[in-house]
């Protein structure tokens, strides 16, 4: 199936409006689904602002690691959520990317193996999984760069 970027708007938009934890679970899907397909360029304008972030969140305790990407993700004000949306939409999407390789590593607290997703948290990530790369690009770009 084709998606046009208003399909891919339409799956954001469904995404904004699940929880916080269901929305950070949907974009942790979403990259492992995708991660073998990036290559992030180091020299991309904004990544080294990205990696900022990270070291930040890093020095964090794992509950106050969570609440930061809480906090993106729902807009909070404060210093952290202000950093972010100050980037631009590129590097936006680049602190999740790095985010996403600290859980990995276990730098950042990692993805709960238990978590259970909300059915409307399901339904969006099974349609993002429908999408193919470059829309799921499209997707997380958007998603990322309309938090904050």
Known sequence: MTYTQANVEQIVDSLRRLNADDQLAVLWFVYEEMKGGITPDPKTAGLELSQAILHRIQQMSRDEQLQAQRDIVTG??????????????????????????????????????????????????????????ESQTSFMSSASAKMG
């Not at 996403?100 to 238990?114: D, F, L, T």
């Not at 059915?119 to 999984?129: G, M, N, P, T």
Request: hydrophobic share 40%.
């Open 76 to 133: 909070a004000d404060n210093e952290i959520t202000r950093e972010y949306r100050a980037l631009n939409p590129r590097a936006r999407l680049g602190v999740w990317y790095v985010l996403a390789q600290g859980m990995e590593e276990e730098s950042v607290i990692p993805m709960p193996p238990n978590y259970q997703l909300s059915s409307e948290a399901q339904k969006v990530l099974d349609q993002a999984k429908q999408l193919d790369f």
